[in-house]
């Protein structure tokens, strides 16, 4: 299995665990967003790929095509564009998870083409119980900090322990169903209020990009076809830290895609993206003022450092 060497570390594991020896092919930013060099996978079997930030479909799609073409296993994972599931990927498996893009606690998988190959269907067990219970708690600490101003640091440390302890759960061998609660959430789910509120926010947030100097749109356009998970954006120079830190002061929360492990090998020109990106939140929670304010904490910050 080759995948690519900016991902996730819980993207990596799952492999390591059943034995499958891995490999990693290059990827690199440049002014057009991330591009990929599948051809260094050639020697594989398998070949995943992710369609990074809702961005990269055209992209995604090629590759895709070519690996396929050349006899390889393509696994595609659409945890970023949830909503592309319907597309017709020249792919084997397709994956994803709606919990980055709405707090359900569910996912999908299928296997495209071939033989019908029903996937095994595990029940709520005691382990997805308490894995469910976890995540409740930690959102309910989480709104309580919030509400209450960023300032009670007893309920910012409980709910990254139980937010913690969650996410290890899943790195174990966790095989179990949702509830019937995060079910009901799934299928209420409005695809078409989700998709326009992130593509208004987002559409906001590169307005203000375009007279910033201190960091620079990962990718420079919002074109039609995108539905972002987050607007992300490189901030070079060592800028990515201190600039994370004053959105968090004045109570903004944006992530980073992704922390570096011992299990990663990247190339170079990957470093760039694990050092520098950081992801300005855009979803469908805020609104266009909610933008407004975060940007506007960006150019505070920026006319701080660059004056």
């Known amino acids: 299995m080759c995948l690519p060497d900016y991902c996730c570390e819980s993207m990596i594991e799952p492999f390591l665990r059943q034995n499958i020896r891995i490999g990693f092919y290059p990827t690199a930013a440049d002014s057009s967003g991330i591009i990929l060099f599948p051809d260094a996978a050639a020697g594989f079997d398998a070949i995943l790929l992710v369609n990074y930030f809702g961005f990269m479909t055209e992209r995604v799609e090629m590759c895709a095509r070519q690996c396929r073409e050349r006899g390889q296993l393509v696994l595609l994972d659409l945890t970023h564009a949830v909503f592309e599931t319907e597309r017709a990927w020249p792919a084997d498996y397709i994956f994803g998870s709606y919990r980055k893009w709405s707090g359900v606690e569910a996912g999908f998988a299928w296997r495209q083409g071939g033989e019908n190959v029903v996937l095994p269907a595990w029940p709520l067990n005691r382990a997805g119980l308490r894995y469910l219970e976890l995540r409740r708690r930690a959102r309910e600490q989480k709104t309580a900090f919030v509400t209450g101003g960023y300032e009670d640091e007893r309920l910012r440390r409980a709910q990254l322990a139980a937010f913690s302890e969650a996410e290890e759960m899943l790195d174990a061998d966790y095989l179990s169903d949702t509830d019937e609660e995060n079910k009901a959430r799934l299928r ?58 004053f959105l968090r002061e004045h109570g903004v929360f944006c992530p980073v895609h992704w922390p570096l492990s011992a299990m990663h090998r990247t190339g170079p020109a990957c470093r760039e993206l694990y050092e520098n990106e950081l992801s300005l939140v855009c979803d469908q929670r805020y609104d266009a003022s909610d933008m407004v304010r975060m940007m506007e904490t960006v150019e505070q910050w920026e006319r701080m450092q660059f004056v």
């Open 188 to 245: 209420s789910l409005d695809g078409a209020y989700i998709k326009a509120r992130r593509r208004e926010n987002a559409a906001v947030v590169y307005q203000y990009l375009a007279r910033i100097k201190g960091c620079r749109p990962l990718f420079p356009a919002l074109d039609a076809d995108v539905t972002p998970l987050a607007v992300p954006v490189l901030a070079e120079g060592g800028q990515r830290a201190p600039l994370r830190a």
